[in-house]
């Protein structure tokens, strides 16, 4: 399988990353990339930009280099109610809408309650993706997060970073093997993402192919060669 889609990627915007939208452009022609997310993190994450970077986004091209582009966030989820730290008028003004829990941003809840935080995220129209649901920030059940993707239509991501074993995350790998198990059993798409902070780690899913070549996980439902499909899935949950 060759990815032809990476869509979440951060700027220096984010404030922790270090490559500028033109730069993470470039890295994407060069590897073949075809449709490219800038999604940079939500005001909630330390040092991150003002809202009112995500309400300027009509200026910049949507297509670089011959890469087709999409200007998002990765919101942060804040807490087990499914709270996210943009309001609603700015999401809507966004090509691409992650949302993901992130340590320095999310008030713990017990397994359940956690869980069914991240179900209210699923459960949100405005929100197409999940990033690293499977990192171990919280603690969560994996089944009735598949459950609720296949249900609602928000996909659930696969996170290159989130495997890197310089991030520390000692329960990312069992975590997603869990939720590559879960998704082949009910047939959920999932995609990979690279989370890259740096232009040089766009496209970069190799930590994830281990995980997809150990499961077996079936090429069908892995959404990074399949433009239209990827498409279908995001007009539809928007309905």
């Known amino acids: 399988m060759k990815a032809i889609l990476d869509v979440h990627t951060h700027t220096v915007v984010s404030g922790h990353a270090y490559s500028t939208i033109q730069e993470m452009a470039q890295a994407a022609a060069r590897k073949g990339i075809k449709l490219l997310g800038i999604t940079d993190h939500g005001p909630a994450m330390p040092d991150a930009c003002h809202p ?8 910049i091209p949507r297509e670089m280099y011959g890469v ?5 966030a990765e919101l942060n989820i804040l807490d087990y109610t499914g709270a996210l730290d943009l309001e609603e008028e700015d999401i809507d003004k966004l090509d691409i809408r992650i949302a993901g829990m992130h340590g320095r941003c999310y008030r713990q809840g017990t397994t359940e309650e956690n869980t069914e935080g991240m179900i209210n995220v699923i459960k949100n129209k405005k929100i197409d993706i999940i990033s690293h649901p499977a990192d171990g920030t919280a603690e969560l059940l994996f089944e ?9 239509g928000t996909i659930l991501e696969i996170n ?7 991030r520390h995350k000692e329960f990312a790998r069992g975590n997603n093997l869990e939720v590559l198990r879960l998704c082949k059993k009910y047939e959920v798409p999932v995609i990979m993402g690279s989370d ?9 899913h190799e930590r994830v192919l281990e995980l997809i070549q150990e499961s077996e996980f079936p090429d069908e439902l892995i959404l990074n060669d399949k433009l ?3 498409f279908q899935i995001l007009s539809r949950h928007n309905e």
């Open 52 to 59: 009112m970077y995500f309400r300027n986004f009509g200026i």
């Open 160 to 166: 290159n970073s989130s495997l890197n074993p310089d």
């Open 228 to 230: 239209d499909m990827f």
């Open 68 to 72: 087709q582009i999409l200007m998002g």
């Open 144 to 152: 009735p997060i598949v459950l609720a993707s296949k249900e609602y």
């Open 196 to 204: 890259a902070h740096i232009s040089f780690d766009v496209g970069r």
